[in-house]
């Protein structure tokens, strides 16, 4: 079998008694030298790096452990990172014990909540040591947020388009009753010899039906609307001039229910482009406008701030209205999820998917009877990296 190749500090190291002493302190600085070089290449890493022994000592830890930790520099008194992370000891008892090594998914709540995949990787023992562990510690909190909301995607995708049959084969039923209503209401006109107060009742019965049919036809066709699949067409945009399209579509409504709008930092120059789907833009502002005004009482003021920094530019809807329960808030981009009478329980579905197809964020901030801001965000044209689906 052939020899193991040994280095040439590993040579040196096995024959150490028989060195002199500036040979020896040549081989310290020269260790010293290799231990530096590998503790830079350890901290330049994305990973986080420990050794632990079964205990939980931690024995090294490079830059970014101590950042998923939150492990303070030269802390003296360095905790067991049984200490540092609660929990993790009975988790990873069983490798330890078995000397296994193994992979687990953390929750990290502190120094701020992140998704860690967490890989435990026994060395070999050496005799009268206790066993050590190197443990490597990667940040999958944007993976993980990435596949739920894919799930999350995927799962209303299905539902969706199993109900998109339904709602077209509705439509010719529908078609049907609102022909055979019109056909009743114009026998009735002609009938003659009927009580008047049987004939208005019933010509009220079939006005309710009439109306009713108009409803569920409504229905069906929002619900087509929102789910009918669509890629953006991209163009450069000015979400200012967008905005006060929708605005000025919507002022009717808004001056009859007695609501203000306030609109703050989008002059000419003020906003970068984004770039976008013009018609999608304009449907995502009516929602959110609709929104607002409806949790409004004549008298709400309605602000849309709009923003940018490097990379982003925002826009922010504060209303002043009824805002949104905590139990509520969890469902908000659910299909119909509503808490109106009239609702469709679509708006915010359709908000969220097109902010999502246009590689951008929708974050919502409420309290219950203080108001709601619902913040969009942008990337900037030239900023654009990534398109979702
Ligand atoms: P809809 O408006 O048809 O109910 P949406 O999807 O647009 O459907 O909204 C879902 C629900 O979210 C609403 O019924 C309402 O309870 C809540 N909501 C959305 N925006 C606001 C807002 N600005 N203030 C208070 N509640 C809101
Ligand atoms: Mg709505």
């Known amino acids: 079998m052939a020899a193991k190749k040994t280095t040439s500090l590993e040579r040196m190291l096995e024959r150490v008694e028989t060195l002199d002493a500036p040979t020896l302190a040549g081989l310290a600085q020269r260790l010293a030298r290799e231990r530096g070089l590998f503790e830079r290449v350890f901290n330049v890493l994305q990973e986080g790096l420990l050794v632990v022994d079964d205990e939980g ?7 970014a452990a101590h950042c998923l930790l939150g492990l303070k520099p030269d802390d003296a008194a360095a905790p067991t990172l049984w ?16 000397a296994n090594p193994v992979t687990r998914e953390l929750a990290l709540s502190y120094p701020e909540p992140r ?3 967490l890989h435990l990787v026994p060395f070999e023992s050496e005799a009268g040591r206790p066993r050590r562990f190197a443990i490597i510690l990667s940040d999958i909190t944007r993976d993980k947020i990435d596949t739920d909301q894919r799930i999350e995607s995927e799962r209303v995708a299905s539902i969706v ?3 998109a049959g339904v709602a077209h084969e509705l439509g010719n039923p529908l078609n049907s009753l609102t022909i055979h209503l019109q056909v009743v209401e114009r026998r009735l006109k002609k009938l003659r010899g009927l009580d008047k107060k049987d004939a208005a009742g019933l010509a009220e019965s079939i006005r309710i039906c009439s109306d009713e049919v108009a409803r569920l036809d409504g229905i069906i066709s929002n619900f087509l609307g929102a789910i009918r699949p669509s890629q953006p067409e991209l163009a450069d945009i000015r979400l200012g001039e967008v905005l006060s399209e929708v605005l000025s579509f919507q002022q009717r409504e808004l001056a009859d229910r ?3 709008v306030e609109v703050e930092g989008v002059g000419a120059e003020a906003l970068p482009f984004v770039l976008a789907d013009r018609n999608q833009l304009k449907q995502v502002f009516f929602n959110l406008v ?3 005004a409806e949790a409004m009482a004549p008298g709400g003021q309605l602000l849309i701030r709009a923003g940018s920094d490097d990379e982003h530019v925002t826009l922010a809807f504060a209303d002043n209205g009824s805002g949104i329960k905590p139990e509520d808030m969890a469902r908000l981009f659910e299909p119909y999820h509503t808490t109106k009478p009239a609702g469709h329980g679509l708006g915010m579905m359709v908000v969220q998917r097109i902010m999502r197809a246009h590689g951008g964020l929708i974050g919502v901030e409420s309290k219950a009877g203080q108001g709601t801001v619902v913040t969009l965000q942008f990337p900037q044209k030239h900023r654009r990296v990534k398109l979702l689906r």
């Open 57 to 63: 000592e931690i024995a090294y830890a490079n830059t």
């Open 83 to 98: 200490r540092v992370v609660p929990g993790l000891r009975a988790a990873l008892t069983p490798a330890i014990e078995s």
């Open 115 to 117: 998704t860690v995949r």
């Open 161 to 163: 388009l199993l109900a």
């Open 258 to 260: 007695g609501i203000t």
């Open 290 to 292: 609709k929104n607002a």
